[in-house]
């Protein structure tokens, strides 16, 4: 199986968790399968399949353009389907985070405008983009969320709730219209600051991840010695109280 196509062979099994390496699979229901990305470009990448199930064909679940070429009430369903999966997975991921690092940070959920593999796949991915799979300027434009490459999935959800004229528009996307953005200049997403090649791209985000990091976890040693503090007062009350009503008993 290509890796081009790999993703559809996964969507198609019927025995996930037989036909899917353990390594790979997270999750699956009886509409869609979640995989680890074998490249994720992120602390956290997953990836949530729809099942190739009628009254779908393979075809029609290529890309994200293929399906919105579909019914339209069949189309918005399928991404129905997908957002209630991408809601789970966030909350693993969110639960994976606490017990790593002791703090959440963003998730994001969408798709690119053009895929690179023959299935439609749904990315969910943490916000840091920090990863060894990071290597090229198309991997990280792919997904830097103010460069219109990455379409959210609530975006794409709210497309059906438009004029027709805009939903057809929005439903094209065009290679040609997208590509390009792909080699637009290097700019973090946090702080716009362009970057001139990705070695130094990926060391600038890890910085700027180190100190949301940093933060957060000042932000939680705050709250807990305020809540150390305030049970310390509350005992030290109880304490005064119980001596006030002993001496009053005498």
């Known amino acids: 199986m290509s890796r081009l196509t790999i993703l559809r062979g996964y969507a198609l099994r019927a025995d996930p968790d037989k036909a899917i390496p353990a390594s790979i699979l997270l999750a699956h229901n009886a509409d869609t399968i979640t995989i680890f990305d074998a490249f994720p470009k992120s602390i956290f990448h997953l990836l949530v399949l729809p099942r190739v199930l009628p009254p779908f064909t393979v075809f029609e679940l290529t890309n994200l353009r293929t399906l919105l070429k579909c019914d339209k009430a069949r189309a918005k369903d399928l991404l129905d389907r997908l957002n ?10 969110e639960e994976e ?3 790593r690092y002791g703090f959440k940070w963003g998730i994001w959920t969408g798709f690119h405008a053009v895929s690179s593999m023959e299935h439609l796949h749904l990315h969910v991915i943490s ?10 300027k198309k991997h990280y434009n792919s997904f830097n969320p103010k460069l219109g490459f990455f379409l959210p999935l609530d975006d794409i959800r709210s497309w059906f709730d438009a004029e027709p004229s805009y939903f057809a528009m929005m439903s094209q996307l065009k290679p040609s219209q997208y590509e390009p953005l792909l080699k637009e200049p290097l700019v973090c997403w946090r702080c716009d600051k362009e970057q001139k090649n990705m070695p130094t791209l990926k060391t600038h985000l890890q910085e700027e991840w180190d100190e949301e990091a940093k933060r957060e976890k000042a932000k939680l040693e705050r709250k807990r010695k305020h809540s150390s503090a305030s049970q310390g007062q509350a005992g030290e ?3 005064e109280e119980t001596k006030k009503q002993h001496t009053e008993s005498q």
């Open 84 to 93: 209630e999966t991408a809601k789970t997975a966030r909350a693993m991921i």
């Open 97 to 99: 985070m606490m017990k």
């Open 127 to 136: 916000s840091d983009l920090c990863s060894a799979s990071m290597k090229v």
């Open 237 to 239: 009350l109880a304490d």
